[in-house]
């Protein structure tokens, strides 16, 4: 070999040895996904698709893995696939020290560069971050979740992380004041607004079966005070106290949805669907509901009687002119679809329901312990149908607002990301 082949073969060998060193510093960002608190309401199942997507949306060339808990059906992974064919999920859990006995588990959290929490009624799985963190050092940060308080331990570990954001301002401010403190510490929507879940044929079937035409209803929710869980999870004891402030509450809470459901067939050309965000309800919206309404008005009103998944509830909600009632995360997955969405709240939701303050739709948000609130549910519930426009136009400008927000705070994830 002469001296200018030998040259030149040398070159190429660094130059290809260069491409493989960058090629592997440009691989894909990891990022591990702890999430899907339960499956027994489609509300909690819907904050996991929700960051999905806008991390499809925003970091499309981020890898992700699911980490679930252990409730998660076949049913719920199956109806994920079919969105994000290629999401892998794995279960599992670990002790203090971050060591777990699931290889699947073990593999995603080496595997990772950054350990994502997904939007929940609190920082559902502290303990577990906490973990990962204190094994790996390896960075994280929380996405649209309530506070109310936490313990010293939990606080700490907070203001390790390289943001933290919170779905409700009440929430921002209880975590400011309890002296948690990290680089980035803001107003984050709810991931659940962003789910894009779909399965239009059983939702179609139902609609035709019971009358049900497009825009020409509305959907009702109901709810405890208290989710009576001991009804639904095997092994869980009935709370009595809990139990008792239920029945004590029931038709305080429940009549004014009554009036509205009422008010709607009686007074606008439209029907009612009764359904449920979670499995307990079904048998308040049929007792306290269906059951106790006037003769003229039953046959305008469906009872949902079976639980359903997000996407064939979701694929429901966009045929209807709008919902109303004492839910949460189906008005949060409607207004990211367009659709309109009247929030009751009472405390014992905690202060996540102030997020429809946030996102400028106060007016459409009642306290059902203020009697003068309660006092205009029926007239605003019937402005849904009575003003179509002026309805979608609110849903516009507070979609716009989360849309915002969600492409801001997906920014911060992705530059916390390897390049």
């Known amino acids: 070999m002469n001296r200018r082949t030998f040259l030149a073969s040398s070159l190429a060998s660094v130059v290809l040895a260069s491409a493989a060193i960058a090629a592997e510093k440009k691989r894909a960002p990891r990022i591990l996904l702890r999430s899907s608190w339960q499956v027994v309401n489609i509300g909690d199942i819907a904050h996991t698709p929700g960051v999905l997507a806008l991390i499809e949306k925003y970091i499309p060339e981020a890898e992700c893995i699911l980490w679930s808990s252990g409730d998660i059906t076949p049913e719920v992974i199956e109806m994920e696939h079919k969105r994000f064919p290629k999401l892998k999920v794995v279960k599992g859990s670990i002790n203090a020290d971050g060591v ?45 979740i309530t506070y109310g308080g936490g313990s010293k331990e939990q606080q700490a570990l907070m203001s390790q992380a390289k943001f933290l954001y919170f779905r409700d301002t009440v929430s921002l401010a209880k975590a400011k004041s309890d002296g948690i403190n990290c680089p980035i510490m803001e107003f984050g929507p709810d991931g659940a607004f962003a789910v894009d879940l779909r399965k239009p044929e059983p939702a179609e079937a139902f609609l035709k079966a019971n009358g049900l035409e497009e825009k020409k209803f509305l959907c009702c929710l109901a709810r405890y005070r208290h989710t009576p869980y001991w009804l ?50 079904m048998t308040i919206t049929k007792e306290d509901i269906y059951d106790k309404l006037p003769a003229d008005v039953k046959p305008k009103v469906v009872w949902h009687e079976k639980f359903w998944l997000t996407d064939v509830a979701l694929s429901t909600y966009l045929k209807s002119s709008g919902i109303f009632g004492l839910e949460m995360h189906s008005p949060i997955m409607c207004i990211g679809n367009g659709i309109p969405a009247i929030v009751c709240r009472f405390a014992e939701q905690t202060s996540k329901g102030f997020m429809w303050r946030d996102i400028g739709l106060g007016d459409w948000l009642f306290d059902m312990d203020k009697p003068e609130e309660v006092a205009k549910l029926t007239e605003t519930v019937l402005s849904l149908v009575k003003d179509p426009k002026g309805a979608r136009a609110k849903v516009a400008k507070a979609a716009k607002v989360v849309e915002e927000r969600q492409r801001i705070t997906m920014g911060v994830l992705k530059s916390n990301l390897p390049v």
Request: include cysteine; proline fraction near 4%.
């Open 100 to 144: 777990t006995k699931v290889k699947e588990l073990e593999e995603a959290i080496e595997w990772c560069d950054f350990l994502l929490h997904g939007s929940g009624p609190s920082m559902v799985a502290y303990r577990d971050v906490a973990a990962v963190f204190k094994r790996t050092g390896k960075p994280f940060g929380v996405y649209g």
């Open 232 to 281: 639904v999870k095997e092994g869980r004891a009935k709370d009595e106290k809990k139990d008792a402030h239920n029945q004590e509450m029931r038709e305080h809470d429940i009549k004014p949805l009554r009036d509205a459901v009422i008010a709607v067939v009686r007074q606008a050309d439209h029907k009612v669907l009764l359904c449920p965000e979670d499995a307990t309800q």
